[in-house]
């Protein structure tokens, strides 16, 4: 998994979790706004305050269902239409399968508690939303595919056609600093010698954007990433972990690279590897997941009846 695919697949995660969370308090608080007096004609309590001001439930209720409530409505009837449909076919998601799917999401983070801490930290996203998460498209998958069979044949081709799809990859966790003349590069690796900070260094004098508020964090990446510089990435894996190594010719200008941590790949069985494909397979062939999603709410007649929002 390349650091853009990380991106976007954390991207749908981060903002169907956050559809999940912000409407949650829509849900379980009411369709309306809730007053605060006995009577229910007192004004709603309020939630924040800014100088003498308050903000009331109302105010920030109201403005969730504006920007959230369509989305949070729909997320809620797709998964009940979901839940009808498995239920009515027998299909469900055990334990060991969802696992599986973990395993092989978090493959390219090098270990499970590297991708949850990754998620955590870095989009707030909790272990447990990304297992609802998961198990929810896990079974939208499995209702998708119900009917589609893959032989073993058709496995076989896909395997010798792309041979090299399931090859593990190493992985590397990995710094520049990029300088314009291999002058500066120089520099750069005497201050380093010198026992200067790597990071330090970095935010000082780097040009790359990117990663200079980072301490020039690129990250970790497997080796064929094609968004790190070939050049870059052929000097970083001639080292060790812990290792620097300077000045590196790119296109315009100069680098120096620091090898934090190599994570060696994991082996998939060959079990796990022909189910992946067999999955795929099946996914290419049966509708979008987006459009079943749409066929299922249909054929459940799901319906919004507040007239301020549509299907």
Same mark, same amino acid.
């Given at each position: 998994?390349?650091?853009?695919?990380?991106?976007?697949?954390a991207?749908?995660?981060?903002?169907?979790?956050?559809?999940?969370?912000?409407?949650?308090?829509?849900?379980?608080?009411?369709?309306?706004?809730?007053a605060?007096?006995?009577?229910?004609?007192g004004p709603? $309590?309020?939630?924040?305050?800014?100088?003498?001001?308050?903000?009331?439930?109302?105010?920030?209720?109201?403005?969730?269902?504006?920007?959230?409530?369509?989305?949070m409505?729909?997320t809620?009837?797709?998964r009940?239409?979901?839940?009808?449909?498995?239920?009515?076919?027998?299909?469900?998601v !055990?334990?060991?399968?969802?696992?599986?799917?973990?395993?092989?999401?978090s493959?390219?983070?090098?270990s499970?508690?590297?991708?949850?801490?990754?998620?955590?930290?870095?989009?707030g996203?909790?272990?447990?939303? @990304?297992?609802?998460?998961?198990?929810?498209?896990l079974?939208l998958?499995?209702?998708? !595919?119900?009917?589609?069979?893959?032989? &073993?044949?058709?496995?076989?081709?896909y395997?010798?056609?792309? $041979?090299?799809?399931?090859? $593990?990859?190493?992985?590397?966790?990995?710094s520049?600093?990029?300088?314009?003349?291999?002058?500066?590069a120089?520099?750069?690796?005497?201050?380093l010698?010198?026992?200067?900070?790597?990071?330090?260094?970095?935010?000082e004098?780097? @040009?790359d &954007?990117?990663?200079?508020?980072?301490?020039?964090k690129?990250? @970790?990446?497997? &080796?064929?990433?094609?968004?790190?510089?070939? &050049?870059?990435?052929?000097?970083?894996?001639?080292?060790?972990?812990?290792?620097?190594a300077?000045?590196?010719?790119?296109?315009?200008?100069y680098?120096?690279?620091?090898?934090?941590?190599?994570?060696?790949?994991?082996? $998939?069985s060959e079990?796990?590897?022909?189910?992946?494909?067999?999955?795929?397979?099946?996914?290419?062939?049966?509708?979008?997941?987006?459009?079943?999603?749409?066929?299922?709410?249909e054929?459940?007649?799901?319906?919004?009846?507040?007239?301020?929002? !549509?299907?």
């Open positions: 998994m390349t650091r853009q695919e990380k991106g976007l697949w991207t749908v995660i981060v903002l169907t979790a956050g559809v999940l969370v912000m409407g949650s308090y829509m849900l379980f608080s009411g369709e309306g706004p809730r605060s007096s006995p009577s229910g004609n709603s $309590p309020a939630v924040a305050t800014i100088q003498d001001k308050a903000i009331t439930e109302d105010e920030w209720v109201r403005e969730l269902k504006k920007r959230y409530g369509h989305d409505l729909m809620i009837l797709n009940k239409a979901v839940a009808l449909e498995a239920e009515a076919r027998g299909i469900d !055990t334990k060991p399968e969802l696992e599986a799917e973990i395993d092989m999401m493959r390219a983070y090098g499970k508690e590297r991708f949850f801490a990754e998620m955590e930290s870095q989009l996203i909790s272990e447990e939303e @990304l297992r609802i998460e998961t198990t929810y498209r079974l998958e499995k209702i998708a !595919t119900a009917d589609v069979h893959i032989d &073993e044949q058709q496995i076989d081709s395997l010798k056609q792309y $041979p090299d799809q399931f090859r $593990p990859k190493k992985q590397l966790n990995l520049m600093i990029e300088v314009a003349s291999e002058a500066e120089n520099q750069v690796m005497d201050r010698e010198a026992g200067e900070d790597f990071a330090d260094l970095a935010a004098v780097s @040009l &954007e990117y990663t200079r508020g980072d301490g020039g690129i990250g @970790l990446v497997e &080796e064929d990433d094609p968004f790190v510089p070939s &050049e870059l990435m052929e000097a970083a894996l001639t080292l060790e972990a812990g290792d620097i300077g000045p590196i010719r790119l296109e315009d200008n680098a120096i690279v620091y090898v934090e941590e190599i994570v060696e790949p994991k082996v $998939p079990e796990s590897i022909r189910e992946s494909v067999r999955k795929q397979l099946a996914l290419e062939q049966s509708i979008s997941l987006t459009e079943l999603e749409e066929r299922l709410r054929k459940y007649e799901a319906r919004i009846v507040a007239s301020t929002v !549509t299907l």
